[in-house]
């Protein structure tokens, strides 16, 4: 019994510590060997999406509901979604509903790709190879799976990420023993998954592709445009949209009717107005202060413009981070760390410069004082809040991009406003005399 204990144990160490080796092992057995041995090994089940992507596909489609559960929960749902896509409707449903709803749902997102993204536009079923395949297996393996490769083959390394594209001229002509590496020669091409059809159009401007591998943000490959797919790309060119950022309808055009322009971006404006006097509100409150250091008044459009700038740059890192599944609402927390992080360095340069500047100017420390640290203040705030005025946005199941700018100036400004203004009228002792 203890020697059973013991080779147990190092089953499931060497699963554990060289998983990638095994599942190198595992992708040379035929499908229905690697279904058996996951059905009566649990720790196995964890190896599945290890496999080569239409390895685990096939093999993710025939296992029972209690594998794929352990299987897709051992992994991130980033790199389970690529695998699931290749499954057809009905086999994909059955692995959906599968999963835990927690689980269900990150797979689904990471499957979903904006209309005429690349994305969108992919083949999910392209046939992936490790290093060390050699060309003779590769024709075994396309022959007996039937793969609809055209074109080309790829090499993913143990992160399923493209390493090389390989036409298939060089695999029909090369010798059976030789191995994939030596036929690959330079970086691959390839396009993000989120890339628009306008980008893709572009690329092929400069590259002449059969097919075009896709790529998710980490790199990992997640499909394939066919050339059909990349020639009604090139034909039905598309614009890269950000006009909801500011409150503009996606639906817009420069040409469409007035009606429909006005009622869409109206009630923005409204929105973006109450904004202004929500500043202007704030100004009022300390306006017995900026009437006794009327230098004040001169300086609020800096303190209010630096944070904008600062929060925008935050929103555009976040959104973009969200639009590519680099982050999603897991990554919050660390999304607010890192931008109170940069806040706070940015905000030390920029109110240095800042104090030095209007110490040159007015000649009063106080000022000079007041102004830095509300600098400080305000690149802060204005970091959280470009962060997380987006992942708000999410969580509530809204557009993230939706009039993101429009929330984060009012707090940008409003803040801003009240960190120089509350600041000024607390130190208003050593500020007496400056400017007026």
């Not at 904006?114 to 490790?130: E, H, I, K, Q, T």
């Not at 950000?242 to 007035?258: C, F, H, N, W, Y």
Request: with cysteine; proline share 4%.
């Amino acid at each position: 019994m203890p020697s059973v204990n013991v080779l147990n144990a190092l089953r499931e160490e060497y699963l554990t510590s060289f998983s990638d080796e095994a599942a190198r092992t595992l992708e040379a057995l035929p499908v229905e060997d690697i279904v058996e041995l996951v059905e009566r090994e649990a720790d196995a089940a964890a190896l599945i999406v290890r496999l080569a992507p239409d390895v685990a596909a096939s093999v993710l489609a025939a296992v029972s509901t209690r594998v794929i559960r352990h299987a897709i929960a051992a992994v991130d749902p980033a790199e389970a979604a690529p695998v699931v896509a290749r499954l057809d409707a009905e086999e994909r449903a059955r692995v959906l509903r599968a999963l835990d709803r927690s689980v269900r749902d990150q797979v689904r997102e990471h499957m979903q790709y904006p209309p005429n993204s690349a994305g969108s536009l992919m083949d999910p079923r392209v046939s992936a190879f490790r290093p060390g395949t050699t060309v003779g297996e590769v024709l075994e393996r396309l022959r007996a799976r039937k793969s609809p490769e055209f074109g080309a083959i790829y090499l993913v390394d143990a992160e399923a990420k493209l390493a090389a594209t390989i036409p298939l001229g060089e695999i029909a002509t090369a010798s059976p023993t030789t191995r994939l590496e030596e036929l690959a020669k330079g970086e691959p091409l390839a396009t993000n998954a989120f890339a628009t059809k306008e980008e893709i159009v572009e690329f092929l401007a400069q590259h002449r592709l059969a097919s075009l591998p896709v790529v998710d943000a980490h790199g990992r490959l997640v499909g394939v445009i066919r050339n059909q797919t990349l020639m009604q790309a090139a034909e039905q060119e598309a614009s890269v949209d950000i006009q909801t950022m500011v409150g503009v309808s996606k639906d817009e055009r420069a040409l469409t009717p007035v009606q429909f322009a006005v009622r869409q971006r109206l009630p923005w404006l409204q929105i973006n107005l109450a904004t202004a006097f929500f500043a202007a509100f704030i100004v009022g409150l300390f306006q017995d202060t900026i009437a006794r250091v009327t230098a004040l008044a001169v300086l609020m459009p800096v303190v209010a413009g630096e944070s904008g700038n600062a929060g925008m740059q935050a929103v555009a890192v976040t959104l973009r981070g969200l639009a590519l599944r680099e982050v999603g609402l897991r990554h919050w927390g660390r999304l607010i760390a890192k931008e109170t992080a940069v806040g706070l360095l940015n905000g030390l340069g920029v109110a240095l410069v800042t104090g030095a500047g209007v110490f040159l100017w007015s000649r009063s420390f106080g000022l000079s004082f007041v102004i830095a640290l509300s600098m400080l203040v305000s690149m802060v705030v204005a970091g959280v809040s470009g962060t997380s005025i987006p992942m708000l946005l999410k969580a509530l199941g809204q557009d993230p991009a939706q009039s993101s700018s429009i929330f984060l100036t009012t707090v940008t400004c409003g803040i801003g406003l009240l960190s120089f203004l509350g600041l000024a009228t607390i130190f208003a002792a050593f500020l007496v005399g400056t400017g007026g």
